[in-house]
């Protein structure tokens, strides 16, 4: 299973890749091999089962999964899996994402999914969420983590010196 991706980014469309980047992005700055898939709740229902039943045996150990509207693709995989899903609410165009954010973050007991914020932010934290459940077995991840948030501590400090 050598260079098999440990994080798999799925979405409910094309349309919400140009949000999920921002968590593909955080993956590729700290150089994570991860896969990114369009698995549709309601489009694609037996190929979101496939994925879901299969991922832990293909290595997959921690799914990004974002969707918009009735945003039910994060809530259904982590019905049939248990590895961690993290949810990220895509910014829907008719109701600003607060539908995406409900569908998500509401699940009943049992089934859990880390909910994210909506859009941009949410989707690189679940970069940084999925990154940072690998570190529990990855001591250099680890390392490169706490180094990551040194670097964001020293940006803000020396940002005071950068207001007009
Ligand atoms: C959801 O419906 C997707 O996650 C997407 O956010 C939303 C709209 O999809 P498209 O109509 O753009 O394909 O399933």
Redesign the pocket.
């Known amino acids: 299973m050598f260079n098999q991706p440990k994080v798999a980014i799925i979405?409910?469309?094309?349309?919400?890749w140009e949000t999920m980047k921002k968590a593909a992005d955080v993956l590729d700055l700290f150089g994570m091999p991860y896969e990114k898939k369009v698995i549709?709740?309601?489009?694609t229902p037996d190929l979101m089962f496939d994925f879901s039943e299969k991922a832990r045996g293909r290595g997959i150990q921690v799914i990004i999964a974002?969707?918009?509207?009735?945003?039910h693709?994060p809530g259904m995989v982590a019905a049939k899996t248990t590895l961690p899903v993290i949810g990220v609410p895509?910014k829907?165009r008719t109701l600003n994402g607060v539908d995406?954010l409900l569908s998500i973050v509401q699940m009943p007991g049992g089934v859990p999914v880390a909910t994210m914020s909506i859009g941009d932010a949410g989707a690189q934290n679940a970069g940084l969420y999925a990154l940072q459940i690998l570190t529990l077995a990855d001591d250099d991840l680890a390392n490169r983590m706490a180094k990551f948030r040194e670097d964001q501590k020293q940006t803000v400090l020396e940002s005071s010196d950068q207001l007009d």
């Open positions: 979405m409910g469309s094309k349309s919400d549709s709740a309601h489009r974002g969707a918009g509207g009735a945003a693709l895509v829907s995406s």
